[in-house]
């Protein structure tokens, strides 16, 4: 363990009980330069934006993010010039110690005003610091350039934005037609927030792919070098003011050894999560998961493929600290020190990396004990494994064997599942027209005869009067596109029209079986296990708006995965929320087929390239696992209306959807009850 490290993040907490006596020990000389606070830039570019002052926008945006780089750049230079300018010594006192504290605390106050200006200028709101860890600002900016037509700069500002913001609706679409512009190259497409480690990790992977290794091994070597030193700076970030969860700072009444105790547990829990922080794309809660000892698996394999045996040996020993008795890791180092004939050392970074990170999770368990908190020591390093039994040494091909296929990640590689389909379609008529196979992917089937004509007619007249724009959808009138017009109308409130006798009860039930029919269809041929439960259904029509077809690059639904966040760029598919994650599988039984467009399509993890195309008729059903093996979306509708039932189910009886289990109960009344009570509830559930 560093012998500072300890002193170091306890100095960060006193310093924060010294503000007045260091006016006294080293006041602040004064900046000769002022930098204007990026929150009042901000700011100043919003209220531009809306006065259509769009010069303005750009000038005040980039001033914005230029002086938050700045800040962030200046806090963590001065902290750790300051911590090497006053050390710790080997003889520890209580008062060389906070000797110590505050003339460390007197430097960064210098070193930062003198670039900064007051620090008090800088302390920002915490909605503004989440606008930028959101990439707000590059909204802002691309819409501004788009006015300024300045399309080069706007599609940088646009992939920038939407690098952390993938589920944006309108963001994928503006970009395609970004790249359709003759000023505009793929070169502009650049990430202008990129974290250089990450951003080097996922260029060797993608040289490792295709079997450059010699470069490969280039990139994932700065990679590990800029992990190392994003690293410093995200601690050196942590040691700041602190969050006091649950204290009323004025009735704060602990004693001074138990202030710095609360305070230095808080930055040290800081500092141990940079290992989340370093391995967590913008804009997504879930880690890469094994992101670190991966770039050793990967130069172990690499190495070897260029006969640079030592190098192997040793990337090997160091991905062991991280998985020790790996098996497949444990076999790579044997076969290198056979073939060597001698033996090898793991590097010393990540030995002095990983040995930090235990004493820290040590340190957290003893300091939670003190404060009376729970602290739960969790899996930085998880992996699910994945034996190769040749005897040469394995590599990740594409690191996908050691994450679940629910989880992609960022290469496009993925080791193919063993999935079942196939199973009785139940009902007469019914006809299996394409497996997974002939979808060219996996879990998917499409059916025909899953309804009658009379049938398909039935539902979309009922659907003429029960739907109603936006439903669904919070109300948004084209939820997808300005283009067309969007209607819904759920299973509830259409029995709750029958009830009323504004719509023939006969027909508001036929929705309620023909969905029934549906998801046991669905159950059935996938040879699910369990019972399959509805999560949400949907009576939509989808109308192509006269007058608004000339020209249209957009589609109906954009491309997007049921229950993850679409990262196509990154090739990733993030199973957090706003995505509905408990969703399992999803259906669309079609209504008609007489309207221009509206092909419904399976796409690659790029939302590019279409694997298989279907075209919508009466009684055709498509159905398909939810996750981010089976993109999809809707081409445009140019002319006419599509109606649909929109399936989507569950396994897990937890997320049942409300309004089913009131349907089943209204339809149990209606067959055995000839009248049934007042009073029906409709409680819509709204939909992405």
């Known amino acids: 363990m560093d012998r500072n ?44 934006f809306y006065s259509g002052e769009y010069a303005d926008v750009v000038r005040y945006m980039e001033a914005a993010l230029s002086s938050q ?40 106050n210098r070193c930062i005003e003198d670039k900064l200006g007051a620090q008090s200028l800088h302390k920002v709101s915490e909605d503004v610091a989440q606008d930028f860890h959101r990439r707000i600002p590059y909204n802002y900016l691309q819409l501004a350039y788009q006015k300024l037509k300045q399309p080069e700069k706007a599609a940088a500002a646009a992939h920038t934005y939407f690098q952390a913001n993938p589920e944006h609706v309108e963001m994928g679409p503006n970009l395609e037609q970004y790249r359709d512009q003759q000023d505009v190259q793929e070169v502009h ?12 990790f996922t260029e060797a992977v ?58 230095f547990t808080q930055v040290l829990h800081c500092e141990h999560e940079c ?37 192997a040996l040793e990337c090997a020993l160091t991905y062991l600290l991280f998985h020790k008795e790996e098996e497949f890791m444990t076999d790579n180092v044997d076969y290198y020190r056979e073939v060597l004939g001698r033996d090898g050392s793991p590097r010393e970074k990540a030995d002095w990396y990983l040995r930090r990170h235990k004493q820290e999770q040590q340190l957290l368990l003893a300091g939670s004990e003190v404060m009376g908190v729970t602290y739960t020591e969790g899996n930085y390093w998880s992996s699910t494994g994945g034996r190769n039994d040749t005897r040469i040494p394995s590599g990740t091909d594409g690191w996908m ?41 996996t879990q998917r089937v499409l059916l025909d005869h899953v309804i009658s004509e009379d049938e398909c007619a039935e539902l979309r007249q009922l659907a003429h009067v029960v739907t109603m724009g936006g439903d669904g959808y919070r109300g948004r009138m084209s939820p997808h596109t300005p283009n067309e017009k969007f209607e819904g109308a759920t299973v509830l409130k259409t029995l709750q029209y029958g009830y009323e006798g504004r719509v023939p009860m006969k027909s508001a039930r ?93 796409t690659e993890m790029d939302a590019k390239t279409v694997t298989a195309s279907v075209k919508p008729r009466c009684g055709r059903l498509v159905g398909f696992s939810s996750g981010g093996e089976n993109p999809h979306g809707v081409k445009a509708i140019t002319s006419g209306q599509r109606c649909a039932v929109a399936l989507w189910f569950t396994l897990d009886p937890l997320y ?3 309004e089913r289990l009131q349907a089943d109960e209204v339809i149990q009344a209606l067959d055995t009850q000839p009248v049934w009570g007042h009073g029906l509830s409709i409680n819509p559930k709204d939909e992405l």
């Not at 006053?86 to 906070?98: A, G, N, Q, V």
């Not at 804009?283 to 698996?297: C, I, K």
């Open 275 to 311: 290992v989340r922080d370093l391995a967590t794309r913008p804009g997504r809660l879930s880690t890469m998961e094994n992101y670190l000892p991966l770039h050793y698996d990967y130069l172990q394999f690499a190495y070897f493929q260029v006969d640079m045996l030592q190098e």
């Open 510 to 602: 036929l929705f309620y079986h023909v969905s029934e029919r549906a998801r046991r269809i669905v159950e059935s041929y996938f040879l699910l296990n369990s019972t399959l439960h509805f999560s949400y259904t949907h009576l939509v029509c989808r109308t192509a708006i006269i007058g608004q077809q000339d020209h249209r690059n957009d589609l109906s639904h954009p491309i997007h995965a049921d229950n993850c966040l679409l990262d196509p760029d990154a090739n990733e598919c993030w199973k957090e929320p706003p995505a509905y994650t408990y969703r399992d599988y999803s259906a669309l039984l079609y209504l008609n087929g007489d309207f221009e467009g509206g092909e419904f399509i399976f």
């Open 5 to 48: 490290f300890w002193p170091a993040a306890a100095a960060a907490a006193a310093a924060a009980l010294s503000v007045l006596l260091l006016t006294t020990v080293a006041p602040s000389s004064g900046a000769d330069s002022f930098l204007e606070p990026y929150d009042l830039l901000y700011n100043s570019g919003v209220q531009a």
């Open 189 to 200: 497409f650049v990430d202008q927030e990129a974290r250089p480690h990450q951003h080097s």
């Open 401 to 441: 064997e050691y994450v679940p296929i629910s989880d992609k990640r960022d290469v496009s590689v993925v080791v193919p599942q063993k999935v079942k389909e196939g199973g009785p379609l139940l009902y007469d008529g019914v006809q299996l027209v394409q497996t997974s196979a002939d979808l060219n992917g």
């Open 69 to 108: 780089a700045e800040v962030r750049s200046t806090r963590v230079r001065c902290r750790l010039r300051c911590q090497d300018q006053h050390p710790f010594d080997d003889t520890f006192s209580e008062l060389r110690f906070f000797d110590v504290v505050l003339h460390r605390a007197a430097c960064m």
């Open 656 to 658: 049942r959807e409300l």
């Open 206 to 263: 993608k040289l490792y792919d295709v079997g450059d290794y010699e470069g490969a091994i280039v990139l994932f070597e700065e990679a590990l070098v800029e992990y190392y030193t994003a690293d410093v700076e995200c601690r050196a970030l942590c040691q700041g003011p602190q969050k006091f969860e649950g204290h009323d700072h004025v009735q704060y009444r602990y004693s001074l050894h138990e202030l710095i105790s609360d305070h």
